[in-house]
């Protein structure tokens, strides 16, 4: 292989990648839009809710850990736009960011019903929307499957330490 067809070969896959990329880019630009949303509800659910833990709320904490999911949405649509383009697949956008931007979702939800002294087994929930889907739940929710999704929550010292049950 002589000097000038390395070159040419070279220019070329340069080119090449460049150009998915920038259509990866392009594709990325509207799902970035709900993923900075459901961040700043974290940030503002999550400081409520270690407020109500007893915990201390730093600013710097807060930061990182607001820069640290940034980061990670950004690199899940990432994944999910180039993986969408190189399969030619739209739908693995939607599958992939759906299932970040749910659980994210997920501990939005519980953040704030911490605040209200609610605790949530989502394993529960997930079990009675199942049995719904199916058509197994009935139309109004029993006490077993409520006391399976809602559970109490657990006691705390002044400090906001959990204080273990004494075994009888």
Known sequence: MTEESTFIMTGSISATIVAFLQAAVLRMIPYAVPGLFLIVLDLIFGCKAAICRGEKVRLSTAIRRTMLKTFEYLCFIVLASTLALAFSKAW????????????????????????KGITLSFVGVFRWFVKWLTGKAGAVMSDEEAAEIIKPKPARDEKGRFIKKEEK
């Open 92 to 115: 693995l956008e939607w599958v992939v960011l759906g299932l970040v931007y749910l659980n994210e979702f997920l501990s939005i939800i519980g953040n704030h019903l911490e605040t």
